[in-house]
């Protein structure tokens, strides 16, 4: 095993492009340097701690350890609290320092922030920040100490995404004095650092004087999405955007600043390869291809001290959910912001799952925090174990029992609908074989006892007409879903054929299918048949809406 001092010592691995080393996401990493080989010089991966989870789940992984001579990684883990009321298990620790060793990341970084509790991860990995303040520092020093103790490589501390302003530090002097507290590299991400700036209206540029930068290992840039909201403006972290003008030019003013840096990562996720080669070649002009010598960092032996959570993380958790009102010294501007965007991931991921329930019970802002407050969603966080789909149908259920109003009964049957989805989709369906038809890899067909046909559609169209309306007013009209109340009054108890096709993000798209196709996907659902027996004027529909395919 190499010594102290060979971990802590860094090669320069100069332009990267990130990965959740899924074959079916762009960009595709390997790919792109297939085509333009110099177009960056690593890839940084994100993934559990775990390199057996890894393994199962990231499909690129095999090319990535097959191609690590040529194409070094730097590992970006989730999941890893550097922040928050509980520090992380040795065990899980064990298991990062043996995952970032095996793929031979130089460092591991990660954002300081509360990811987890409970063993269950913030909807869409949305981590809590640490309050700006004396005691936030207190915590944030003791979770990353001990982290580096389970660690061999160093941990680079990454500057927090913030939307409300709670502290008196500005961000950079809070990572400048947890460094100097730690001992540890940095890792600017400027995004988030330009969140902070918008979040405090401040210049570009504020707090540059006093910070470290010579202790700026590594770099991040990425997309996002700047609102307005009253007279503030807030930004977002959303990787799938382009990157904004505002951190090409931090970048540039950052650079020079950085004399101990050694890699510039663009966060690329989501972005199709041609506009990802795009923004790498503008970066790779402000990062060329060079060798540039090692960095020896002084190894971080220090005793980690206990956690005080004298920062009350809980109750940002609350803050942030809406459990309790923001007072003026929570930023009563930025915290409403804050929660507004945790609804709505909250809502685009209940909407996987339940895209007609959600909507009936929690389609608008109000109807969220009722969930985002319930037991059911805190105990979610509390080591219940169960996932945020659970803790939706339990809370859902809770609701119906509590206000049979009117419309209640289809409201449940559409529950109900939902949760008996995922068990038709385990049944296998054999392949077609030549001159053969059968069902697409991911359609199924079910028989549901009530005939939900008309609220599935009237939730699909209702989306599209209030997201169509919202573009031309800025308004989305709420009032309107009561459309599904009326239609959901007329659901039928009948036997009622779908077909139900699994998306590529998660969650599945429900057909309805007039009498005679459904009639032929209940037959493919038996097995494949003979292409000539399927009517021509069927099978064309069949075949153009996906459901099936030939062998």
């Known amino acids: 095993m190499p010594s102290p001092s060979e971990f802590w010592t860094l090669p320069w691995r100069g332009l990267g492009l990130s990965s959740n080393l899924s074959a079916g996401d762009q960009p595709h990493p390997y790919r792109l340097l297939d085509e333009e080989p110099e177009l960056f ?99 944030c020093a003791a979770h990353a100490l001990h982290v580096q103790a389970g660690l061999s490589m160093p941990l680079a501390l990454e500057n927090p995404a913030v939307l409300a302003r709670r502290g008196d530090m500005h961000v ?16 600017l991400d400027l995004g988030h650092l330009f969140s902070y700036q918008l979040a405090a209206e401040l210049p570009l540029e504020a707090g540059f004087e006093g910070f470290p930068f010579d202790r700026v290992i590594e770099i991040h840039i990425a997309g996002g999405v700047v609102t307005r909201r009253w007279a503030r403006r807030f930004y977002v972290d959303d990787h799938t955007q382009p990157v904004r003008e505002e951190l090409f030019q931090l970048l540039e003013a950052v650079l020079p600043r950085c004399t101990s840096l050694r890699a510039v990562t663009f966060e690329g996720d989501g972005h199709p390869p041609e506009v990802a080669m795009l923004t790498l070649r503008r970066l790779r002009n402000l990062v060329p291809v060079q060798e540039r010598a090692p960095l020896r960092l002084t190894p971080v032996d220090s005793s980690p001290p206990p956690l005080s959570h004298v920062s009350r993380p809980w109750e940002l958790f609350d803050l942030g959910y809406g459990v309790r009102p923001a007072a003026v010294s929570d930023d009563v501007e930025g915290t409403f912001s804050e929660t507004n965007f945790r609804l709505a991931v909250v809502a685009e991921q209940l909407d996987r799952d339940f895209p007609i329930s959600r909507l ?40 119906l029992r509590e206000y049979p109003e009117e419309g209640s009964a289809a409201a449940a049957a559409a529950l109900s609908f939902e949760m008996f989805l995922p068990s038709l ?124 395919r030939r062998g």
Request: no cysteine; net charge neutral.
């Open 172 to 187: 950079l002097e809070f990572m400048a004095r947890l460094q100097a507290r730690t001992g540890l590299p940095l890792l």
């Open 360 to 399: 009936m019970l929690a389609g608008t802002r109000e109807g969220l925090l009722l969930f985002t407050t319930s037991d059911e969603f805190r105990e979610l966080f509390e080591g219940s174990g169960r996932s945020l789909g659970h803790a939706f149908l339990d809370y859902a259920r809770r609701r």
């Open 41 to 139: 010089d690593f890839v940084e991966y994100s993934a559990p701690l775990s390199l057996g989870e890894t393994k199962k789940h990231a499909t690129l992984f095999p090319e990535m350890y097959r191609r690590l001579k040529e194409v070094p990684v730097l590992f970006h883990p989730v999941h890893l609290n550097l922040y928050g009321p509980e520090l992380e298990p040795a065990q899980a620790l064990s298991e990062l320092d043996a995952h970032a060793r095996t793929v031979g990341s130089a460092w591991v970084g990660n954002d300081v922030g509360w990811w987890h509790s409970g063993g269950q991860p913030f909807p869409g990995y949305l981590y809590v920040s640490p309050p700006l303040t004396n005691e936030g520092l207190q915590d």
């Open 425 to 548: 989709m385990q049944r296998p369906v054999p392949p077609p074989g030549p001159g053969e038809v059968g069902l697409a890899e991911e359609v199924r067909v079910g028989t549901f006892p009530a005939d939900l046909s008309e609220l599935v559609y009237a939730a699909r169209a209702l989306r599209r007409h209030l997201t169509g309306r919202a573009w031309a007013n800025g308004v989305v009209e709420l009032s309107g879903l009561e459309t599904l109340t009326q239609t959901a009054r007329r659901t039928v108890s009948r036997p009622w054929r779908f077909a139900a096709r699994r998306r590529r993000g998660g969650g599945m798209e429900v057909h309805t299918v007039p009498p005679g196709l459904a009639e032929v996907l209940r037959a493919l659902a038996q097995g494949p048949m003979l292409e000539k027996d399927i009517t021509p004027g069927l099978l064309a529909e069949a075949m153009g809406r996906g459901l099936v």
